[in-house]
Structure formats: C-alpha cells, structure tokens
C-alpha cells in the first residue's frame, strides 16, 4: 500500500528543511562569528552580500541558481565534465532551501555571538588558551542557545520556501513537492479543502519552531 499524498508532502518538507539546515548550520555559525567578531577590508559588502538572498525575490534566486548548474552554467554537467545530478532532484530542493535561509540563520547567528561578552574571551586567551578552544570551550557554549534559536529560524524559513524551489527542483509528488509546492497545486485545481489541510499542517509546524526558538532566546537573555 503506497504512502498517503499528505505523509508523503510532510515526509519531503521536513528532510529539504532538515538537510538545508544541516548545510546551512557551519556556514551561518561561521558567518555570524566573522561577522560579529572581526573587522577586515570590505566587511560592508560581505554583510550585504550575505544579506542579499533576504531581500531578493525567491523566484530570482531560483533562476540564477538555473543558471549555475542549467545547460551552459558554469556548474553544469557539460561544463564540469560529469552529471552532478542536481535539477529537478530532491537535491536542488535542499540548495534552494539553504540559500534562502542562510541569511536569516546568520543574522540571528551574529546576534548571538555579540551577546556574549567579549571579555570572557579575553581571560580565556590570557590564560593561554589558544583562539580554536576559545571558541569551542567559551564562544560557542554561552551563545549555543542563541545558535539554536537561529538554525530554528533557518529550518523555519525552510519550511516555507516556494519560489526558488519551483524554478529548480520542480513539483514532483514524492520528491521534490513540498507544503508549499503542494498547497500551490491544490489552489490551481480548486482542491481548497485539500489546501486548507495544508495550510493548517504548515501553521502548525511553523508555530511550534518559532514558539520553541523564543523560548530558546528567552532563556539565553535571563542567562
């Protein structure tokens, strides 16, 4: 007996968020720590560039994604020389979920590191301590709640994306149709009763993130 359309839609949406944030969690940390804690030339322009996916149109950052890994890109299989089978594949999904979370995971990344203070870091280094176990025995533990709330954030953002996705991954039931892919196909067809369900799953889903990543930065300021 085959998996029912709704288990199926959930099961795709929760493994591109879960994936996109994995990919997205050690570039956004360490963005957020550069960006944070480092001055150096040009800084003005990697802030904006890292912001840049936020503000642009979902459905602009999927067509230019088309136009890394589609025929002719520069990340395309005639030019690479081999099928990095990518389009139209769950894969494409996760890629365009990253990117447009990863500016949203970052920001709330950087807030997290400025709130630690910086001189517990200072008397870490004065007593010896090397700059690499700073981070992971200092920097890291007193903003992880901080971290977590933004990976949150960034597997919410996730959830929702729609425009990049249809560009390169398509709307393909069982592997790339996501909520929102799905909820889009039911109002095209006039399923509407159909659509609310979906719509009352991703309410749900998207409630229970951003409810658990403000308690998670409720905490970290009362610490």
Do not use: C, N
């Amino acid at each position: 007996m085959g998996e029912q359309p709704e288990l199926s839609v959930l099961r795709v949406t929760l493994q591109v968020a879960l994936a996109a944030t994995l990919l997205v969690a050690p570039l956004s940390i360490g963005a957020g720590w550069l960006l944070a804690r480092r001055r150096f030339p040009l800084r003005s322009l990697v802030e904006t560039l890292v912001a840049l996916p936020l503000v642009l149109p979902p459905t602009a950052i999927g067509y230019l994604l088309l136009r890394l890994f589609g025929r002719g890109g520069p990340l395309s299989a005639d030019v690479l020389g081999f099928d990095p089978d990518l389009l139209f594949t769950w894969k494409a999904a996760v890629l365009a979920s990253a990117v447009v979370s990863f500016p949203l995971a970052t920001r709330s990344a950087r807030a997290a590191f400025e709130s630690v203070e910086p001189r517990y870091e200072w008397m870490a280094r004065s007593l010896g301590m090397p700059p690499a176990r700073v981070f992971l025995r200092v920097t890291l533990p007193l903003a992880r709640r901080g971290l977590a709330a933004a990976l949150l954030l960034g597997f919410a953002r996730a959830l929702g994306e729609f425009g990049a996705t249809a560009i390169v991954a398509g709307s393909i039931p069982g592997r790339t149709q996501t909520l929102s892919l799905a909820i889009f196909e039911d109002i095209q067809l006039g399923r509407e009763q159909h659509a609310l369900l979906l719509v009352a799953v991703s309410t749900l889903l998207a409630f229970g993130v951003i409810l658990v990543s403000e308690r998670l930065l409720a905490r970290g300021a009362r610490a």
